[in-house]
């Protein structure tokens, strides 16, 4: 298990590389889906809340409540000049690279954008998503 953990700490260098820049959109339910326990919740809340100002990273939450003119789909990223998709499945992953299931995806991904909360919004889903799980608001 350490031997991940740091794998995926190397991973996430990337951030603060100066040559990457993620574009980011979080489901609200995500931050209360309990995943470790409050203590891991609280911690995985802090760290996006601190990263939010990252000139590397646009991060949005797309509220429980916003109207999505999208069917739920599953998690999805997207790479490189929109060359590829990646899509992780339970028992395995796909890669697509047809053009035209990119499209698809660049679509999707775009709907959720219009939907999301970016800034002071999602700032403030995040604050209230770290209070659920201390019971106490966030300090300044």
């Known amino acids: 298990m350490p031997a991940g953990v740091a794998k995926r700490m190397q991973r996430q260098q ?15 339910q995500a931050l209360y889906t309990n995943i470790g326990g409050p203590e891991v919740m609280r911690e995985q809340i802090e760290r996006l809340l601190r990263e939010l100002g990252l000139t590397s990273l646009t991060l949005g939450i797309l509220p429980s409540t916003a109207r999505v003119d999208l069917f ?48 002071d919004a999602a700032e403030e889903l995040l604050k209230k998503a770290h209070s659920f799980w201390t019971n106490t608001p966030l300090q300044q």
């Open 72 to 119: 739920p789909v599953h998690a999805f990223n997207i790479y490189g000049d929109d060359d590829r998709a990646h899509v992780e499945l339970v028992s395995s992953s796909v890669d697509i690279t047809e053009q035209s299931e990119l499209d698809l995806y660049n679509k999707a991904f775009a709907a959720l954008c219009a939907a999301a909360s970016y800034g």
């Open 14 to 28: 990337v951030l603060y590389d100066g040559e990457h820049h993620y574009d980011v959109v979080l489901g609200e």
